[in-house]
């Protein structure tokens, strides 16, 4: 904490007083976001019959400011769309990224699911002979799987024990009460931020 020295102050009324300078702490301080976290994708009881592969599965660990792309990696395997990518479930991502969140050191990744991985797929387009999209996949460490995400690597204080989250996965059904609209390729939204981090 910040100490007043005092010494060197004065006032023009003379001595200066004994407790005329003190330091408070107006807001306590955290520790930053960071380290690793996996997420995890069961694609096993799913019952649309287009997703080629089915298995429970998690990503390598993604470090909590991944870059989006392979692209934005330069293809060294680090990037949100390349951990996605090894999955034996899923085929081609696209994947962005916001910029950092300044009061946490967040970050909200989307990720869209454009083509399935060929386990066979279902079908393949007549002009790039590309997979269909995967349909619709379950949600990204949905509370259903058997297998959880790993937040046990992300860092950073919670000024409410038990009660931050530091990893949230968004997809429509959030948004829509479970209603999805038909034919389209799945979006889900990736965000490492805890809500409860004054930062």
Known sequence: MIECISNGLSTTNGDFPQNGCTVSELVAGTNPLGGFFKICLDTRSLLNDVISVLSDSCTDYIRH???????????????MEEKLEKLEKIGDALVTRVIVDYNNGGYIWTVRFLHDVDGPCQQRDDFNFLCNSPGNIPKLCHQNGSTSCDVSLLLGTCDRPGLCSKLTVIDESDYMNDIRPSGSNTIQLVLVKDYHYNG
């Not at 400011?65 to 990037?79: F, K, L, R, T, Y």
Request: charged residues 25%; negative net charge.
């Open 65 to 79: 400011n991944a870059v989006a792309s392979a692209e934005d990696s330069e293809n060294d395997g680090s990037s």
